[in-house]
C-alpha cells in the first residue's frame, strides 16, 4: 500500500495531463479510499461496542443495587419478625408465671404470696400485650393487621382470668369449697385460652415471615433472570461487534510506530499500578500498626481504671479474661489458663458458691449478670470486685456470657 502511494507521486507535476494518466491516479487513490473505509467501520465498530459495554455495566450496577436493595429488605423482614419473635416470648413467659396455686398451696398457708406474684405477672403480661398491639396497630401491613385483634384480646382474657381467680380467693377465704373448685375450674379454662392464643400468635408470625421471605424471594429470582437476559443479550451484540471489529482489523496493518507506543503506555501503566499496590501495602502495614496501638491504650485504660473484661463460654466452662481481669484476681497476666473454676478459686471460699449460682443462673434464664466477691490482696487485705454480665440468647441454655469486672473498693484492707 505504501508502493502504490509512492508511485502517484511523479516528480514531474501532481495533475496529470492525459486520460492514462488520470486513470492510474484513479487506480492507485482506490487502496487508499478504501483504506479509510476500513477505518471508519472499525472505528464505528468500537463506538458501538464501547456503547455495549457501557450498558452492560449500567445493567450490572442495577442489577447489585436491585440485589442489595432486596438483601435489606429480606434483613429487614428477618429483624422486624425476630423482635416479634421475642415480644410473643415474654408474653409466653409472663403467661406461664400467671397460674393459680394448688389446693396444697392453699392449705399450706402459701397461697397469699402466689396470689401476689401471680397479680404481678398478669399486669406485666397485660402491659406486654398492650404495647405489642400498639405496634401492630401502627403497622400498616395486611400480616400485623391479621394479628392485632389476637393481641388486642390478650389482655381481656388475662384481665378475665384475674377476675375469675380473685373470686376463687374469696370462695377459699370463706371456706366455700365447692365454689372454690368451680371458680378455679373456671379460671382454668380461661387462662388455657390465653396460652392458645399466644401459641397462635407465634405459629403465625412464623407464618407470615415465611411467607414475606418468599415473596421478597421470588421477586429476586424475576429481577435476576432479567437482569440475566439483557446482560446476554448485550453480550452477545458486543461478540458480534468484537468479532466484526477483528475482522477488520485483520485487512489493516499496525505500523511498528503505534506499537512501541502502545508498548510504553503500558510499561508506565505498569509502573503505575506497582507504584499504586506499595503505597497500599504502606497503608495497610500503617493501619495495622495504628490498631496495635489502640489495643495498648485500652489495656492501659483498663488497666489505670482498675476495669478488665471476660467472656464465660457456658458449655465449655472456658472463660478468657483481659490482662487487667487477671491482675484483679490477684495473678500475672495470662499466667494461667482462664476460666470459671479458676475465677472461683481466687473470690473467697464463702462467696464462691453464692457467684457459682449467679453465673448458672444467668445462663440458663437469659437475665444480666450482677454480683460482687472478695479477692484477697498481696498485703492481706481484700478487694471488692463487681461483676456485670450479660446473657447470650439461647433456646433452653445461652452459649455464653460476657461482661466486666471492677474494683470498687481500691484494694484497701478491710
Known amino acids: 500500500m505504501e508502493n502504490n502511494r509512492s508511485d502517484s507521486l511523479r516528480p514531474g507535476g501532481a495533475v496529470p495531463e492525459d486520460a492514462a494518466t488520470a486513470k492510474q491516479a484513479a487506480l492507485v487513490a482506490g487502496p487508499a479510499g478504501s483504506n479509510q473505509s476500513f477505518h471508519r467501520q472499525l472505528n464505528l465498530s468500537f463506538v458501538l461496542l464501547a456503547a455495549f459495554q457501557l450498558l452492560l455495566i449500567g445493567i450490572s450496577v442495577l442489577g447489585w443495587l436491585q440485589f442489595q436493595n432486596s438483601y435489606l429488605q429480606t434483613m429487614k423482614t428477618e429483624q422486624i419478625w425476630h423482635e416479634r419473635r421475642q415480644k410473643i416470648t415474654e408474653l409466653e413467659t409472663f403467661a406461664s408465671l400467671t397460674t393459680m396455686p394448688g389446693m396444697e398451696d392453699f392449705h399450706s398457708g402459701d397461697w397469699v404470696d402466689d396470689r401476689e406474684s401471680m397479680n404481678r405477672a398478669a399486669r406485666s403480661f397485660m402491659t406486654k400485650a398492650d404495647a405489642f398491639a400498639q405496634e401492630l396497630a401502627n403497622s400498616k401491613d395486611a400480616p400485623s393487621q391479621s394479628m392485632l385483634p389476637t393481641v388486642r384480646a390478650l389482655s381481656g382474657q388475662m384481665q378475665a382470668t384475674l377476675d375469675e381467680s380473685d373470686k376463687a380467693f374469696a370462695a377459699f377465704s370463706a371456706h366455700q369449697e ?181 453465673f448458672q443462673q444467668s445462663a440458663a434464664n437469659r437475665v444480666p449478670l450482677h454480683a460482687e466477691c472478695r479477692v484477697a490482696t498481696d498485703d492481706g487485705g481484700e478487694r471488692i470486685l463487681l461483676m456485670q454480665g450479660i446473657s447470650g440468647d439461647g433456646q433452653d441454655w445461652s452459649d455464653s456470657i460476657a461482661g466486666f469486672v471492677l474494683e470498687i473498693n481500691g484494694g484497701k484492707a478491710l
Not at 247 to 275: C, I
Not at 311 to 320: A, I, K, L, Q, T
Open 178 to 358: 365447692n365454689q372454690f373448685e368451680a371458680e378455679t375450674f373456671y379460671t382454668d379454662r380461661i387462662y388455657r385460652r390465653v396460652l392458645i392464643s399466644v401459641a397462635d400468635l407465634r405459629q403465625n408470625a412464623y407464618d407470615f415471615e415465611a411467607n414475606d421471605l418468599k415473596e421478597q424471594a421470588l421477586a429476586a429470582g424475576r429481577m435476576r433472570v432479567r437482569s440475566f437476559a439483557l446482560v446476554v443479550t448485550f453480550s452477545l451484540l458486543a461478540l458480534i461487534l468484537v468479532a466484526y471489529a477483528r475482522s477488520l482489523h485483520r485487512r489493516l496493518r499496525v505500523d511498528e510506530e503505534r506499537l512501541k507506543q502502545q508498548r510504553a503506555a503500558l510499561e508506565a501503566r505498569v509502573e503505575e499500578s506497582t507504584a499504586e499496590l506499595q503505597e497500599g501495602v504502606m497503608k495497610l502495614l500503617h493501619a495495622q500498626s495504628a490498631m496495635q496501638k489502640i489495643e495498648s491504650r485500652i489495656a492501659e485504660g483498663q488497666r489505670l481504671a482498675h476495669f478488665g473484661d471476660w467472656e464465660w463460654d457456658v458449655r465449655s466452662g472456658g472463660m478468657s479474661w483481659s490482662d487487667e481481669t487477671y491482675r484483679l484476681l490477684g495473678r500475672e497476666a495470662q499466667s494461667q489458663t482462664a476460666s470459671l473454676e479458676a475465677f472461683l478459686q481466687s473470690v473467697s471460699p464463702e462467696e464462691r458458691d453464692g457467684l457459682r449460682q449467679a
